[in-house]
């Protein structure tokens, strides 16, 4: 049944770097609750209690925000395959932008990627694995490739002009932290 860590062991390093999709959550103080899946090729283990996401532009801009308030994170995956399992990491966050002193060295850890938004940087504090038993067989056929498609056609201005209109305030009013970087000229 349940097991916890203080940090991300080898076998479950493995287990996450395995796994197509993940979740995370993240909440202010008040307001709504931000609970999204997450796919692509977006996530690293840095070290045993480090992990680094790369999130791409998208109709909302939650996390982000949560992040300012507070920033409580957790990522879950399950194992939709193979033996039942789901693990959570529960940790500390920060969105790092692009004009941020770190983004290029924390950026190097992806391959470039048309619509990255920013990085959170996450200082995972517990590691916890429960069961599954509960979560279905489902088989991956592979990932879609219509945000990085739809981030191309867009192009910085047009991605920047995006930010704009749709991710400088969480549903709830909170400030994202991009407005700096909707107004960086093109590089």
């Known amino acids: 049944m349940a097991r916890q860590y203080p940090e991300i062991p080898a076998h479950l390093k493995r287990f996450i770097e395995a796994q197509p999709l993940f979740f995370v959550a993240t909440a202010a103080?008040?307001?709504?609750?931000?609970?999204?899946?997450?796919?692509?090729?977006?996530?690293?283990?840095?070290?045993?209690?480090?992990?680094?996401?790369?999130n791409l532009t998208g109709s909302g801009n939650e996390t982000a925000a949560h992040l300012h308030q507070d920033p409580r994170m957790t990522l879950m995956f399950c194992a939709f395959e193979g033996e039942p399992m789901i693990l959570r990491l529960y940790g500390q966050a920060r969105a790092v932008h692009q004009g941020d002193d770190d983004w290029v060295a924390l950026y190097s850890n992806f391959d470039p990627t048309p619509g990255v938004r920013q990085l959170f940087d996450m200082r995972v504090e517990l590691v916890q694995t429960s069961c599954g038993m509960?979560?279905?067989?489902?088989?991956?056929?592979?990932?879609?490739?219509?945000?990085?498609?739809?981030?191309?056609?867009?192009?910085?201005?047009?991605?920047?002009?995006?930010?704009?209109?749709?991710?400088?305030?969480?549903?709830?009013?909170?400030?994202?932290?991009?407005?700096?970087?909707?107004?960086?000229?093109?590089?």
């Open 29 to 54: 103080a008040d307001g709504r609750v931000n609970l999204w899946p997450k796919g692509l090729d977006s996530l690293r283990i840095l070290d045993a209690n480090r992990v680094l996401w790369m």
């Open 134 to 187: 509960g979560v279905p067989f489902m088989e991956y056929r592979g990932q879609r490739p219509n945000l990085v498609d739809w981030a191309r056609k867009k192009g910085e201005e047009g991605l920047r002009e995006y930010w704009r209109e749709k991710n400088l305030l969480s549903l709830d009013g909170l400030p994202t932290g991009i407005e700096s970087e909707t107004e960086r000229p093109e590089p």
